[in-house]
């Protein structure tokens, strides 16, 4: 049984930037690609990024592109999301997830793990 821990988050003010970090466990992580979603309050769970095996494909929300970069280090068995320049509509609850897939999709009910989440505040 996979889990995921992710970290990072906080209380930041506009234009900062944060980086969150996601563990995973009790999963042959370099053969899963991985995702991070947010959810905020009132909102539905929307894609963020994902990213496929070894970090060759990777696909940004529109979003939150050329702001934000997912990167993975398989050794660390951990995923990260870079936030730069962020905004105050980027607050919600970011979540880590996994999906054993040839290739990383977008959709979050194809995710198979998921963390518990980490809560990103950005003040204006």
């Known amino acids: 049984q996979g889990h995921l821990i992710e970290s990072g988050g906080g209380l930041v003010q506009a234009g900062a930037s944060l980086r969150l970090s996601c563990a995973a466990s009790?999963?042959?992580?370099?053969?899963?690609?991985m995702g991070w979603f947010r959810q905020a309050p009132g909102k539905e769970r929307e894609f963020v990024a994902t990213i496929g095996w070894r970090g060759a494909t990777t696909h940004y929300a529109d979003s939150v592109k050329g702001r934000f970069t997912i990167s993975r280090d398989d050794a660390k068995i951990t995923v990260y999301l870079q936030m730069n320049s962020l905004k105050p509509e980027d607050t919600a609850v970011y979540y880590c997830?996994?999906?054993?897939?040839?290739?990383?999709?977008?959709?979050?009910?194809?995710?198979?793990?998921w963390g518990q989440g980490t809560q990103v505040t950005v003040s204006s």
């Open positions: 009790g999963l042959t992580f370099r053969s899963y690609c």
């Open positions: 997830a996994a999906q054993i897939r040839v290739a990383p999709t977008t959709t979050a009910y194809e995710y198979d793990y």
